[in-house]
């Protein structure tokens, strides 16, 4: 393997600081969750992650922080909530592909809940 320069470590570390960012999760207004549990899954909640993720940062979207958590909403997978300051918490259900570019124009750009999707989660 060849050694790197010192100029060549330098870039490579700019880079993953980059990359670093896209995690920080302070002075992020909006965030995304998608529920990553065994049924969600199965069911492309992966695939969805992906698309918010790679639409976010197609649009340039650095205030969205993306994350993942466990099962939520039996039933209702993929599920993923979306959190902003001005609309709190919502819950979507039954989340496909083709929804993330809407769940993103909607309620991260525009700040409205898409009624048909939301579902109620609830505590057990």
């Known amino acids: 393997?060849?050694?790197?320069?010192?100029?060549?470590?330098h870039q490579i570390r700019e880079k993953e600081a980059e990359n670093m960012k896209k995690r920080d999760i302070h002075n992020?207004?909006?965030?995304?969750?998608?529920?990553?549990?065994?049924?969600?899954?199965?069911?492309?909640a992966k695939v969805i992650l992906n698309e918010f993720a790679d639409l976010c940062e197609k649009n340039g979207?650095?205030?969205?922080?993306?994350?993942?958590?466990?099962a939520v909403g039996a039933?209702?997978?993929?599920?993923?909530?979306?959190?902003?300051?001005?609309?709190g918490l919502v819950s979507y259900g039954k989340v496909e592909k083709a929804d993330v570019a809407k769940?993103?124009?909607?309620?991260?750009?525009?700040?409205?809940?898409?009624?048909?999707k939301v579902v109620e989660i609830k505590e057990e």
């Open 103 to 116: 769940i993103i124009d909607q309620t991260l750009v525009a700040g409205k809940v898409i009624k048909e």
């Open 61 to 70: 979207m650095d205030d969205v922080i993306i994350t993942q958590t466990g």
């Open 75 to 87: 039933g209702y997978e993929p599920v993923v909530q979306i959190h902003t300051p001005d609309l």
């Open 28 to 44: 992020r207004k909006k965030h995304v969750i998608v529920a990553m549990g065994t049924a969600g899954l199965e069911k492309g």
């Open 1 to 9: 393997m060849a050694k790197l320069t010192l100029e060549a470590l």
